[in-house]
């Protein structure tokens, strides 16, 4: 093996002929043979470049509508062959096989097929079977043979030609395979996903595949001591934090991200309804509120517990407007997302350089499907995704006394918030809009009373007459194991209350509640968020 190898012979063939041209001309002027297949030929020749078809070298006609083209020993025989081993070599002389120093291929469009929504013959039509066959072949030979799968690669390439008088380096050929695999394991996973969850609806498949490309280094991760970076999965991915446009602000970090998507999963459960903001710290919220106008709901969220809201993020559910951005400008904010911003609010958002104003465009479905994935030592959790959702319909009334209208809207308002809250989770609620939320407790009663206690904070800071869990409704993420949780709600004034219920203990609950004059609701259904 030497280092420099000179490319004389290039194979050309690719679904993406981004640069083909400008490459081919290059080549070409250097005087290295181009040989290329079908679409690929056609546009070099009417670019005005002399191109050899894959059948002049091979002696056989393409056939089988392309399906067989480049599978042929004088393909792979050119790609494989070990230049400086003497049996290869003579095996390349007697079968007239000539070397091929570069080939450059990208492979057809299944991803953007299956995205488009195609039918099953098609999207099987777009299963490339030669592309990544030559890919692989020219990778592991990369000793001898450069392997260019990306267009964005081209520039590299060329510069490398350049560089070393119309040959690369071992090193150069090296990074070109190894990024050559990861295409071919990215593009297989792809289908092997395809078939196991779309064609076979396998939800938890035999095998998992994650399969990802990066977008970003982070300056770091949880901590400055932890490296990061954020990926984007192949396929048609939910439209959230990482395709979101940042108009202006810092680059995100990683809690920034964690943060972020956090506060778009749950504004978007209030999608296509009135405005709603939601107040995020920690990945949990702190504060949510719905009502008629956007600025409402943004001081009724804030009052929640405007302590924990400084350096937090703040979701929309709507495009914000003037009078809201300046209000949130107030406080020191990360990150703002929502769906856009008017010219007012952004002239109000840009005052503030280092805030980070994300738009998303559409917000992404609360209900849709997937799998969530947690990396554990030695193993990797999977479940589908908590899309699970409450109606009026699916509630029991389990108490003497049935919760009146508007009890049953704010229950169901802090069961949507409950279900985005770090277990323990209780969520109290009032007149659409979070009163105090206990979060990631080892115990409910503590959750309960922790958000009691943020509460009476906000009454003392706002001056109200009351705290507003006077009158409330209390979500509980899962059911109470005992009725301590249930009656520490009933002392900051609860008169509503929505759990899971299917405890051993259920009926001393209920009995709790009745004893309290509370009026409960099961749902049958838990939100457990670690």
């Known amino acids: 093996m030497t280092d420099a190898v000179t490319v004389k012979r290039a194979l050309l063939s690719v679904s993406d002929k981004s ?21 690929t030929a056609r546009a070099l020749r009417d670019a005005g470049l ?86 692989r072949s020219s990778a592991k030979n990369h000793a001898y043979v450069t392997i260019a799968t990306d267009p964005g690669d081209y520039a590299a390439l060329q510069g490398e030609l350049a560089d070393r008088d119309g040959a690369t380096s071992y090193d150069f050929r090296k990074a070109m395979a190894a990024k050559a695999f990861a295409a071919t394991a990215a593009y297989d996973s792809m289908i092997a996903n395809w078939f196991a969850q779309s064609d076979q609806g396998q939800g938890l498949p035999d095998r998992l595949f994650a399969n990802g490309r990066k977008a970003d280094e982070l300056r770091y991760g949880e ?54 903001i939601v107040i995020v710290k920690h990945a ?14 943004w001081e009724a969220a804030l009052a929640c517990d405007s302590v924990s809201a400084f350096g937090g993020i703040v979701a929309s559910n709507t495009p914000l407007d003037g009078r809201t951005a300046e209000a949130i400008c107030k406080i020191f904010t990360e990150v703002v997302v929502a769906p856009d911003a008017d010219e007012e609010a952004r002239a109000f958002f840009a005052a503030k350089k280092n805030l980070r104003l994300l738009l998303t465009g559409e917000l992404p479905d609360a209900a849709r499907g997937g799998l969530s994935i947690k990396s554990i030592t030695g193993g990797i959790l999977a479940q589908s995704r908590d899309n699970g959702r409450i109606t009026r319909d699916d509630l ?5 006394r049935a919760p009146t209208e508007q009890e049953l809207d704010d229950c169901l308002f802090a069961w949507t918030v409950a279900k ?22 080892m115990n409910r009663r503590d959750s309960a009373r922790i958000a009691a ?33 249930l009656l520490s709600a009933a002392e900051a004034g609860a008169t509503a209350v929505i759990q899971p219920g299917g405890s051993m203990r259920d009926q001393e609950v209920i009995d709790a509640a009745n004893e309290q004059g509370l ?7 838990r939100h457990f968020n670690h």
């Open 19 to 39: 640069g083909l041209v400008e490459l081919g001309r290059d080549l070409a002027a250097r005087g290295v043979e181009l040989v290329s297949t079908g679409g």
């Open 50 to 135: 002399a191109v050899k078809d894959i059948s002049e070298l091979t002696g056989f006609p393409e056939m089988m509508d392309g399906r067989v083209k480049t599978l042929h020993p004088k393909v792979h025989g050119g790609l494989l062959a070990v230049r400086d081993d003497a049996a290869h070599a003579t095996a390349m002389a007697e079968h007239d096989i000539g070397a091929i120093d570069l080939v450059v291929v990208n492979l057809y469009p299944f991803e953007a097929t299956v995205a488009k929504g195609a039918g099953r013959p098609e999207i099987i039509e777009n299963i490339d079977i030669g592309g990544p066959s030559m890919v």
């Open 223 to 276: 901590n400055p001591h932890q490296s990061a970076a954020i990926y984007i999965p192949a396929g048609p991915p939910a439209r959230g934090i990482p395709q979101a446009e940042q108009v202006q602000g810092k680059e995100l970090s990683y809690n920034n991200y964690n943060d972020a998507d956090a506060a778009l999963n749950l504004v978007s459960e209030f999608a296509g309804q009135d405005p709603a």
């Open 284 to 297: 949990n919220p702190c504060g949510v509120a719905q009502a008629g106008s956007q600025i409402e709901a």
């Open 396 to 400: 029991k009334v389990v108490t003497e």
């Open 420 to 441: 985005h809250v770090k277990s323990n989770a209780i969520v109290y609620a009032k007149d659409g809009a979070t009163a105090g939320i206990g979060a990631g407790q």
């Open 453 to 485: 206690i943020k509460a009476q904070e906000a009454a003392g800071k706002y001056d109200w007459d009351q705290p507003r869990t006077v009158g409330s409704a209390v979500a509980s993420d899962a059911f109470f194991p005992f009725a301590d949780g």
């Open 519 to 525: 009026a409960m609701v099961f749902t049958g259904m």
